[in-house]
Antibody
Framework: QVQLQESGPGLVKPSQTLSLTCTVS??????????WSWIRQFPGKGLEWIGY???????YYNPSLKSLITISVDTSENQFSLSVSSVTAADTAVYYC??????????????WGQGTLVTVSS | SYVLTQPPSVSVAPGQTAWITCGAS??????VHWYQQKADQAPVLVIY???DRPSGIPERFSGSNSGNTATLTISRVEVGDEADYYC???????????FGGGTKLTVL
């Protein structure tokens, strides 16, 4: 059973960079056919896909966020990470990491971490 | 950007059937996935590729998709089904995931 666990600061100051790491256990991050995703949920409950990465480093980003985000992968540690630059209060959300199955260019999310709340405030 | 529209809330009595819709232009041409999110928990995949159920998801959960509406159907609703439900598609034109706004299912 694949498990994912987010880690990182729960409080970030405006204009700074938000950095989170997701550790995958119970399976290899190098498993074929999967991408490793970041998704956030705003306080009003809406879900927003941020982006994802393959074990070889191929990335896909939400076009609305592309200029602000970087996702990277460390296969030796079975981890992947998210950076969001120049954060504002609007980036306050619960951040989830998730595994995405990618089939015929389409994706769904079959395993999710428990989520971590990140608050942007001075 | 492709927009998925869900009703904010649906109410149903235990034992009855709940239908949760996800509307968009020609959504029948997309593959729709559904997630259940109970209070203070992460979302869980309940339906993928319109009609498929992951292992461990009861047969009471089923999906359909045609025209401008995809539907998640929950038969013989139980109190434990009370949750928020989200639909999701992959927008191939810009290669990104899109979620609906979510529907809160209340079991009366």
């Amino acid at each position: 059973q694949v498990q994912l666990q987010e880690s990182g600061p729960g409080l970030v100051k405006p204009s700074q960079t938000l950095s989170l790491t997701c550790t995958v256990s119970g399976g290899s991050i190098s498993s074929a056919g999967y991408y490793w995703s970041w998704i956030r949920q705003f306080p009003g409950k809406g879900l927003e896909w941020i982006g994802y990465i393959s074990s070889s480093g191929t990335t896909y980003y939400n076009p609305s966020l592309k200029s602000l985000i970087t996702i990277s992968v460390d296969t030796s540690e079975n981890q992947f990470s998210l950076s969001v630059s120049s954060v504002t209060a609007a980036d306050t959300a619960v951040y989830y990491c998730a595994r995405a199955a990618r089939l015929a260019g389409l994706s769904y999310f079959d395993y999710w971490g428990q989520g971590t709340l990140v608050t942007v405030s001075s | 950007s492709y927009v998925l529209t869900q009703p904010p809330s649906v109410s149903v009595a235990p034992g009855q059937t709940a239908w949760i819709t996800c509307g968009a232009s020609n959504i029948g041409g997309y593959s729709v996935h559904w997630y259940q999110q109970k209070a203070d928990q992460a979302p869980v995949l309940v339906i993928y590729f319109d009609t498929d159920r992951p292992s461990g998801i009861p047969e009471r959960f089923s999906g359909s998709n045609s025209g401008n509406t995809a539907t998640l159907t929950i038969s013989r609703v139980e109190v434990g089904d009370e949750a928020d439900y989200y639909c999701q598609v992959w927008d191939s034109s810009s290669d990104h995931a899109v979620f609906g706004g979510g529907t809160k299912l209340t079991v009366l």
